[in-house]
């Protein structure tokens, strides 16, 4: 669980228990709609379309159990969606065979962590991927700063020994280098957000960011949030949200979270943009399933960044 801070107002933390209420119980009974199709080849080549999310998933459920801060019912829904994308994956076997047939490929590794996390455990994946992280192909491999901290972070977290020189991956991303603000985009802005996360793995290391990127942070973090609150970019927002969560000092600012608070439905879904939701439930889960869980993601480490929820 992190170290909580203090100061957050108590609107924001009845909120952000809300929200994530809401959201948890929007994804647990809904789950299904996101099931793997039959066709296991099909889901071997095409991970973003069909497992990614259910890794995502899997990330939301696991931060609630590791926070410690849901109710017992909210913990049982979170346990209840860490065993169904397990099942999914065929207990780690889906992950393994993915491995075995594409060993320079990291995601079985980043969807392994989000379990191990809270103790699952498949061994043959566990033995490949520690093997694999020792050879010069990994260690040498080209990819974007921000994920190359996402491997090494899914390193750390499931317990695999890699070597990582988190100031120099950091001092590499976008946000190292506290440019000019006005310059961030929405991709730029997205990175940015992952390069929080994994520095402090999603909040239970805030002091993961060195001190000139939290003072930066602070102080550009309102503006951004404001912005795209303004053109009901949720997704983005929510995203921006956790980004403060991580942050020694989070604001909890309660205008942004009765604005998240408003755009989410009574049942629980948190809409990704300002378009209309599509009238097929299937679609709707497809097409918002990943703000509402990054929503259920802000809220879990609002409220225990934020100390004791008793009094939502």
Not at 29 to 58: C, I, Q
Not at 160 to 183: F, K, Q, S, Y
Not at 299 to 308: I, K, N, V
């Amino acid at each position: 669980m992190s170290t909580p801070t203090t100061g957050a107002p108590a609107s924001s933390r009845r909120i952000a228990h809300q929200v994530v209420t809401r959201a948890l119980g929007w994804l647990h009974r809904n789950s299904e709609r996101g099931a793997m199709p039959p066709d296991a080849e099909e889901v071997l080549t095409d991970p973003d379309g069909f497992y990614k999310p259910l890794g995502e998933l899997a990330l939301a459920a696991s931060l609630v159990l590791r926070e410690g801060m849901a109710s017992s019912s909210e913990q049982q829904a979170a346990r209840d969606l860490l065993d169904f994308g397990w099942s999914q994956f065929g207990s780690g076997d889906l992950l393994y065979e993915r491995q075995i047939r594409f060993p320079m490929m990291t995601d079985p590794l980043e969807m392994y962590t989000h379990f191990a996390r809270v103790g699952y455990r498949h061994e043959r994946l566990h033995a490949l991927v520690t093997h694999l992280g020792g050879l010069a192909s990994h260690q040498g491999s080209e990819m974007m700063p921000n994920r190359r901290m996402a491997v090494a972070n899914a390193a750390r977290v499931a317990g695999v020994e890699r070597p990582a020189d988190w100031p120099a991956m950091i001092n590499a991303t976008w946000l190292g280098h506290t440019p000019e603000p006005w310059m961030i985009d929405w991709m730029t802005a997205y990175c940015l957000t992952h390069t929080v996360f994994h520095a402090t793995d999603w909040g239970a290391r805030p002091e993961g960011l060195p001190p000139h990127i939290q003072e930066y942070l602070t102080n550009w973090l309102p503006v951004w949030m404001d912005i795209w609150a303004e053109i009901h970019e949720w997704d983005l927002l929510a995203e921006l949200m956790i980004v403060d969560a991580c942050l020694p000092q989070p604001r909890c600012e309660p205008d942004i979270w009765e604005r998240l608070a408003a755009a989410q439905h009574e049942d629980g879904l948190v809409p990704r943009d300002g378009t209309p939701i599509d009238e097929d439930p299937d679609t709707a889960y497809l097409d918002n399933r990943h703000t509402t869980i990054v929503a259920a993601i802000a809220g879990t480490l609002a409220l225990s960044r934020h100390g004791d929820a008793t009094d939502l």
